[in-house]
């Protein structure tokens, strides 16, 4: 652990991403969980991180005037979005004028969650529907911070603690008129090892496939009894939220 966060820390990876020296890196705790870990030999007690830290530095909290409800027309959209759809509208308007969009996907092999970018609706599919695992943001804070002194539009959706994260990392160095924030109602993320053994799990109960598709929030069975669903090349695996153990175990606390 670093600096004086203790057991608050929440893994956003801020401070790795702005460290000068990279002396700050993200690793594993024995629950799979990533953290940030110091190389006092790289340090120079900059305080960088400390500054920028979410926990340390808490984000300024605004007044809002007004709240609005949102629902994509388009069924195919709905379909595959955890609710209404709003994510892709959002970054649809975004893209329309050549920006970039970055949002949560899976690792090819689909046992990790990473930030990404997207600079089309291809890769637009690829960040919609949850993804209840926490997300390795990579080098997106500074990529995005790049794009938004080029001029671009920036859609970034993120957890809360992410989102203030980047708030904390842009700071007043880049204009903030063209960034688009978007966080999500967070209910908690299991760690990539936990998610990982999952999928190592049902691949071996599933025949052995690689998975194609993974959507967490299916609506196979309805939107309020929503599924996990696995696709393979020739079957696939669907069963509701009472019944998948990975779901069960997620809104239950076990391993948030």
């Not at 605004?62 to 379909?79: A, I, K, P, R, T």
Request: glycine share 10%.
């Amino acid at each position: 652990m670093i600096y004086d966060v203790g057991d608050r820390c929440v893994g956003c990876g801020a401070c790795a991403s702005t460290c000068p020296h990279t002396a700050i890196s993200m690793k594993e705790d024995k629950m799979g969980f990533c953290y940030p870990e110091i190389d006092e030999a790289l340090c120079t007690q900059c305080h960088l991180c400390q500054k920028i830290c979410p926990i340390l530095q808490k984000p300024v909290l605004h007044e809002n005037s007004m709240g609005y409800g949102l629902q994509c027309y388009d069924e195919s959209v709905l379909n595959n979005s955890s609710s209404g759809g709003a994510f892709y509208l959002l970054a649809s308007e975004v893209l329309s004028r050549g920006g970039v969009v970055y949002g949560a996907a899976y690792s090819s092999d689909f046992t990790k969650v990473l930030h990404k970018a997207a600079y089309d609706f291809r890769g637009l599919a690829e960040l919609c529907g949850s993804k209840y695992v926490q997300s390795d943001v990579g080098d997106t804070f500074g990529e995005t911070r790049e794009n938004l002194k080029a001029g671009k539009w920036v859609l970034y959706s993120g957890t809360p603690c992410q989102l203030a994260a980047l708030d904390n990392y842009l700071g007043e160095r880049v204009s903030r008129e063209k960034l688009l924030s978007v966080d999500i109602l967070c209910h908690g993320v299991c760690s990539p090892k936990m998610w990982g053994k999952y999928i190592e799990y049902r691949k071996k109960s599933d025949g052995g496939f690689v998975p194609l598709k993974v959507s967490m929030r299916d609506k196979t069975y309805g939107w309020r009894k929503f599924s996990l669903k696995i696709q393979y090349e020739d079957n696939s695996y669907v069963e509701s939220v009472n019944q998948d153990l990975f779901l069960r175990g997620f809104l239950r606390h076990v391993y948030l």
